[in-house]
């Protein structure tokens, strides 16, 4: 089973401009979370969509958006980048959203974001 | 706010000693506890978990946590590590019912010399 993919790998853009991430999951999960990941904050949660829905937003201001697909890929969208948006941004992607112990999170490689 | 500290920022160990990181989290009601790994230049990859029932848990590669609820800890452990084991470690905490938020605590860098 092919893990979680996210592209592009890695991206340089400038201040003000706007950039797109995309997230495919895993193959029958309906769950997708994104994280930023820096050397200073360490991971933290973004949002979560699940069957095309935001069900957790975390504490990011309005420049962070994100939406699903029908065939759960997802993509964030961070406009009017900052030098501080700079990170390692992660996808997750679980079945059913850890709704049972059975359900378990899995990262993708993440895309890492530079910004000029 | 949930929140999840770690302890120990760097660990330092030879090989065949013993391991054990601290985790603490704050929250009052019902929680799901992991331990996630990065291997450098890998992916975070899952350690183990707890959601109920026995608090220790087993996980991969010979890893153990306990959860002790009265203490609000989650600790990690590994009788004898092993130069692969040199990684960052993090501890995340998901609050019961909230979707799959979690809550990470600013990991801990292994370092294990042979």
């Known amino acids: 089973k092919a893990g979680v993919t996210q592209t592009p790998r890695y991206l340089i853009k400038t201040r003000g401009q706007q950039v797109t991430l995309s997230c495919s999951p895993i193959s029958g999960h309906r769950s997708v979370s994104w994280y930023q990941q820096t050397p200073g904050q360490g991971l933290q949660f973004l949002f979560e969509y699940f069957s095309e829905t935001q069900r957790n937003k975390g504490n990011f201001p309005g420049r962070f958006s994100g939406r699903q697909f029908s065939n759960s890929r997802s993509e964030m969208n961070v406009s009017t980048l900052e030098l501080g948006d700079s990170a390692l941004y992660l996808c997750?992607?679980?079945?059913?959203?850890?709704?049972?112990?059975?359900?378990?999170?899995?990262f993708g490689p993440g895309t890492r974001l530079t910004v000029l | 706010a949930q929140s999840v500290s770690q302890h120990n920022h760097h660990v330092i160990l030879s090989e065949a000693a013993s391991l054990e990181l601290g985790c603490n989290y704050s929250y009052g009601g019902t929680v799901n506890l992991f331990w996630y790994v990065q291997y450098p230049g890998q992916h975070l990859q899952l350690l183990l978990k707890y959601f109920s029932g026995d608090p220790l848990v087993k996980g991969i590669k010979g890893f153990e946590a306990e959860f002790i609820k009265s203490k609000f800890s989650f600790n990690l452990r590994k009788p004898s590590v092993q130069w692969s084991d040199t990684a960052e470690y993090f501890c995340a905490v998901n609050a019961n019912q909230a979707g799959t938020a979690l809550i990470f605590g600013k990991g801990t860098t292994l370092s294990v010399s042979s």
């Open positions: 997750a992607s679980s079945q059913l959203g850890l709704a049972i112990s059975t359900d378990t999170q899995y």
